[in-house]
């Protein structure tokens, strides 16, 4: 295995667009690839995050993010700014086509590549409380992400109740900044999180 690409939004991205071509960024990929790279791996860690990212935009550019690089290992994490449209504007996720969309960019991952494909569930925290309201939405989109992770075989990271989790044990001013991103602490947990997933792939990125 030599070429992982991260997909996703500004939780992915992480400021890797602001600090160069090449460059990781400060959240969780960072963290993850610094795990990787410790334990020996040798191939290439892509971050190709774009805030404000949603589902249908990640498609859109998936041709150039990603596709034409042939990963051997794909992670998506989306899902937030899908459900801020659906908060903001009352465009459900079924109007938005996020159902569809999610699905298309998983079909084309499994029949374009022959990578192995990791689901990261989206999430929020209540912090401030107002983002408590967004929940049954970040439900409704990691149910569907389940769904579609099961039906084309890739694995399903659930990360919005074990993110809560320890934001209810240390306090959720230790793992989020402003209730969607991540402090370096709530980045940890992702990349902890990921490497154990991981785990169980058949081919797994060490060495």
């Given amino acids: 295995m030599n070429n992982i690409i991260f997909l996703g ?3 992915t991205d992480a400021f890797h667009n602001m600090d160069g071509a090449n460059s990781l960024g400060r959240g969780y990929v960072r963290r993850i690839a610094d795990r990787l790279y410790d334990d020996g791996y040798k191939g290439e860690i892509r971050n190709a995050g774009h805030d404000g990212f949603t589902t249908a935009r990640v498609l859109r ?3 150039y993010d990603c596709l034409r690089h042939q990963p051997d290992l794909v992670s998506v ?3 937030c700014n899908d459900a801020g449209i659906c908060m903001n504007t009352g465009k459900t996720l079924k109007e938005q086509g996020f159902q569809q969309n999610y699905e298309e960019l998983l079909r084309r991952l499994t029949y374009e590549t022959k990578a192995s494909v990791v689901c990261m569930g989206p999430f929020i925290f209540p912090f401030p409380e107002e983002y408590a309201n967004w929940i049954p939405t970040i ?3 990691e149910n569907i992400e389940r769904r ?4 084309y075989g890739a694995v399903f990271l659930p990360l919005h109740d074990r993110l809560n989790e ?3 044990e240390i306090g959720y001013y230790a793992v989020t900044t402003d209730g969607i ?3 370096e602490r709530g980045a940890h947990i992702v990349a902890d999180e990921w490497i154990h997933c991981i785990d169980f792939l058949p081919c ?3 060495g």
Avoid: F, N, W, Y
């Fill in 9 to 11: 939004d500004s939780i």
């Fill in 61 to 63: 550019m998936l041709e």
């Fill in 77 to 79: 994490l989306v899902g």
């Fill in 139 to 141: 439900r409704e989109a």
């Fill in 148 to 151: 579609a992770a099961e039906k």
């Fill in 166 to 168: 320890v934001a209810r």
């Fill in 181 to 183: 991103h991540l402090t």
């Fill in 204 to 206: 797994q990125p060490h």
